[in-house]
């Protein structure tokens, strides 16, 4: 087994014990066919007002710009998928990513464990890491290390796990053996396509990101437009219709990241519960949690539109 070789199992066998559900590896280079996908989706329009996307454009590209001298992008997948489900079936909805703990604190201290362990076992290699926090096309690098395909929701599915995990990278200056892409199985099915409450998959392997109940509970900031009021199916904080109807995900098993359990006060708050809910509780329930991100007044401006 050639050094590379060797470099590549080592990164696997940590990854695999530091709890990541696979692991891949690809040469660093520009993304050739990523290139003038992005820029059509960013020409039409589909990123509504998250004009970051517009934003280091070549950076999105070539991970080599984002590290000098990087040689490999080591793709991670870590999974979420909850044992168990919100109890009052009529109340208003979270996604599954933000039960727990923030993921983007668990991922990176894990990341930076693995990156500390590398440099004790082979010697100085500089990189960074990342947990969706900077301009990198993850799920594109995770296709093309092998981890999966992208499906016709844009989410990059697994056979083996379906898609209720995180991705996260380590963009590093070691040469390491790239592993090959997988083939799509998405096939004829069109489960997500027709499911999707906002009809914001306007064609298989598209989405217009400016129609998605994830932008709007999330990404937008002001007033949400009264043309899809009744369209949220309940979604107060992102939504996971699309990955819930994937056949795929029927092969999803229970995460083990205590971190990414959640409380039993949010999984048992009743509807009447979050239509009332205070800034005091909004601050104690998601203390750490991905739903900051809204803050309470983006919250309280989904759940009015709910009602």
């Not at 470099?7 to 660093?28: E, M, P, T, V």
């Not at 006060?265 to 239509?275: F, G, P, Q, S, V």
Request: proline share 5%; with cysteine.
């Amino acid at each position: 087994m050639n050094l590379a070789a060797q470099h590549s199992q080592l990164i696997k066998d940590h990854a695999k014990r530091l709890g990541f559900l696979s692991c891949g590896i690809s040469n660093a280079g520009f993304l050739e066919e990523e290139a003038p996908r992005l820029e059509q989706w960013l020409r039409q329009g589909h990123h509504g007002s998250m004009t970051y996307m517009e934003r280091n454009f070549d950076k999105r590209l070539d991970p080599t710009k984002l590290v000098p001298g990087a040689k490999s992008v080591v793709s991670l997948l870590y999974n979420y998928f909850p044992k168990e489900s919100q109890s009052d079936t009529s109340a208003p909805k979270i996604s599954k990513y933000a039960y727990g703990k923030d993921y983007h604190i668990v991922i990176k201290d894990k990341l930076h464990e693995m990156m500390h362990l590398l440099q004790e076992e082979i010697g100085e290699i500089h990189g960074r890491v990342f947990v969706d926090s900077a301009p990198v096309l993850d799920k594109a690098w995770a296709a093309k290390s092998g981890l999966g395909w992208v499906g016709k929701h844009t989410n990059l599915i697994s056979k083996q796990t379906g898609s209720f995990f995180f991705i996260a990278e380590l963009i590093i200056d070691l040469p390491l053996e790239a592993d090959t892409p997988v083939t799509d199985h998405c096939g004829s099915c069109t489960a997500c396509i027709d499911a999707c409450p906002t009809d914001a998959i306007i064609a298989p392997y598209q989405v217009d990101g400016s129609k998605c109940i994830s932008y709007f509970t999330i990404e937008l900031k002001e007033a949400i437009p009264q043309e899809v009021k009744g369209k949220f199916d309940n979604w107060a904080f992102g939504c996971d219709v699309c990955q819930d109807v994937c056949p795929w995900n029927r092969f999803s098993t229970p995460h083990q990241e205590p971190e990414f359990e959640p409380s039993p006060e949010l999984m048992n708050l009743t509807k009447n519960d979050w239509h009332e809910i205070t800034e005091a509780v909004f601050d104690r329930l998601f203390a750490e949690s991905a739903v900051q991100r809204t803050q309470f007044s983006g919250l309280k401006r989904n759940l009015d539109f709910l009602r």
